[in-house]
């Protein structure tokens, strides 16, 4: 195959990008829940006809880094792409069948030219809620995937371009909020029929085998990139590990274990080691673990290059099935952010003895995705759903930024003035959590504290947090960021909660409290200058 013209290439490119940037527009503008629309946890992509990512819009990563590994994983074991159709939308949540976890509904849409099909278009949304033992789908009581809720295999939602009725209404008929997930489900399918148009007009434009070259030359090119960077790394073996907290209360921390091997222009990620899959949802699968192995291979290795399936072919990623990080079938995968933020940590920490000018301590560490089940007076209910985030680790040439969405979820936070339109709640407090940021010669950013009321007559919280007993880590003598916390005031008595906790009940005058942690340090305290710390006091950091 010629390589085409680098001009052409650079402008098939950039459309490609585009093409993914026009559908997550179409969701952000079309969808009804918070949780797409102000949190952003949604992510887009466009295939090639053979089911290789080529382009992506600026989204998750954990998702962006996912969505090849399930749509082959579908097309092998499920529905083979000869058996596709124009009209077609292929979905399913199923982690256990190249899914993450239940919330995630992942969906795609071939697109054909004249009887042809030459790219396919994808969209994952995690939806407010999906059934399941607790609102919002976390179920910290859980001991199997099943009491997680719907769990839908690889299945034509749309066929022939027509909704397939009876299994949209079974699939609403399990669900809290309906009305919302029908919402942000038919967004989905708008934003996969505005990517596949386009995908057309640019086969109008270019030309289908035009398209599919460029295609290839743009993931040879990723990998050429990826294997550059890699080949500037000093080759050899370097070991690491990272911890969630315990299981259940009083237990020892569960070792994510890595192995990191650099030979010539390739990477291995070896997680033997790794503590057994646990018992409840702290799980995750291959899916999850490797997305977290590219997300922080990439970003050690600085690829600057266009991100795409091509930079994943220098990597590879192997782990013991049965693990924290590889958990066989029916295990709970809920939470499977938890050890996935602690897999990104462990391979950069890694990294940090490969190129430690380079890799900052550890950020936060934990998504704090949290649920209340409402009921009002009158009898309605509601789903409220959101997540926080907390301080980055400090860099060895800079401080880390305080309350700023990093690792490989990107999210964004919900303006407290939309929530309380929304929702029965009332915030008290939203600001930075003085002293959580782990000293060092450059501080690590501060987490967040946040306290809202509850206003309604009645609900059950659900957290699904951590990094509660175990803290992120500094590095080159720095110190280790805060801990979160959750807690709850009625009638002036506090309780300090779990950090997974399930249906806890509130009433009207309940305040809820919750503190995400703070960045690592990186240095010696000792060596900070001395401006840096009288800055510090003046803005309360410390």
């Not at 030359?217 to 550059?228: G, K, P, S, W």
């Not at 049965?322 to 295990?331: D, E, H, I, K, R």
């Not at 029965?424 to 009321?453: C, D, H, Q, T």
């Not at 510090?536 to 950091?541: E, V």
Request: glycine share 10%; with cysteine; proline share 6%.
């Amino acid at each position: 195959m010629s390589r085409p013209d680098p001009v052409l290439l650079e402008i098939v490119s950039a459309a490609l990008v585009s093409v993914a940037e026009e559908m997550s527009v179409t969701v952000w503008r079309t969808s009804r829940s918070t949780t797409v629309r102000e949190l952003l946890d949604y992510s887009t992509a466009v295939f090639d006809a053979e089911g290789r990512n080529v382009a992506q819009a600026a989204r998750m990563p954990v998702h962006l880094n996912s969505m090849e590994l399930c749509l082959q994983h579908v097309i092998a074991h499920h529905i083979p792409l000869e058996d596709w159709r124009d009209g077609d939308v292929i979905v399913t949540n199923d982690p256990y069948c190249g899914g993450q976890h239940l919330p995630d509904f992942i969906a795609f849409k071939p697109v054909f030219r004249d009887g042809r099909r030459i790219a396919i278009t994808c969209v994952l949304i995690h939806h407010v809620d999906v059934g399941g033992g607790a609102a919002g789908g976390y179920t910290a009581s859980a001991v199997e995937v099943f009491q997680e809720g719907l769990r839908l295999p690889p299945v034509r939602i749309v066929k022939d371009g027509a909704m397939q009725e009876d299994l949209f209404a079974t699939i609403l008929q399990n669900v809290r909020e309906p009305e919302t997930f029908r919402g942000d489900f038919l967004s989905q399918i708008a934003a996969l029929d505005v990517g596949a148009r386009a995908m057309l007009r640019l086969a109008d434009r270019y030309g289908v085998e035009t398209l599919e070259e460029i295609g290839a030359a743009l993931l040879d090119h990723a990998e050429h990139e990826m294997r550059a960077a890699i080949a500037a790394l000093p080759d050899g073996t370097w070991q690491a590990e990272d911890y969630t907290d315990p299981e259940v209360p009083g237990g020892e921390p569960l070792k994510i274990a890595v192995t990191l091997t650099v030979a010539g222009d390739a990477i291995a990620i070896d997680f033997t080691g790794t503590a057994p899959q646990a018992r409840g949802p702290i799980n995750a699968t291959m899916a999850t673990t490797t997305s977290a192995v590219y997300y922080a291979v990439i970003a050690a290795c600085g690829v600057t290059a266009t991100v795409n399936a091509g930079c994943y072919r220098p990597i590879t990623v192997t782990a013991p099935e049965g693990t924290l990080v590889n958990a066989s079938f029916p295990a709970p995968v809920a939470m499977r952010m938890l050890p996935g933020h602690k897999t990104a940590t462990a391979v950069l920490k890694a990294f940090a003895k490969v190129i430690p000018e380079r890799i900052p301590a550890s950020y936060y560490g934990t998504t704090f995705n949290h649920a209340v089940n409402i009921r009002h007076a009158d009898g309605r209910r509601q789903v409220y759903f959101d997540a926080e985030l907390g301080g980055w680790g400090a860099h060895p040439e800079k401080d880390g930024p305080n309350g700023l969405a990093a690792g490989f979820h990107n999210g964004q936070n919900t303006p407290v003035e939309m929530i309380e339109a929304l929702f029965p709640l009332r915030f008290l407090r939203y600001g930075l959590a003085s002293g959580s940021g782990g000293a060092g010669k450059m501080r690590g950013g501060l987490g967040i504290v946040r306290e809202w009321e509850f206003l309604a007559e009645a609900g059950l919280l659900n957290s699904a947090f951590d990094v509660f007993d175990t803290r992120p880590y500094g590095l080159d003598g720095g110190a280790e960021g805060a801990g979160g916390s959750l807690s709850v005031t009625r009638d002036g008595e506090t309780v300090q909660l779990a950090a997974k906790t399930v249906g806890h009940p509130l009433k009207a005058g309940d305040v809820v409290r919750m503190q995400t942690p703070g960045g690592g340090g990186h240095g010696d305290p000792a060596a900070r200058a001395p401006e840096a710390v009288a800055e510090d006091k003046a803005d309360g950091y410390v």
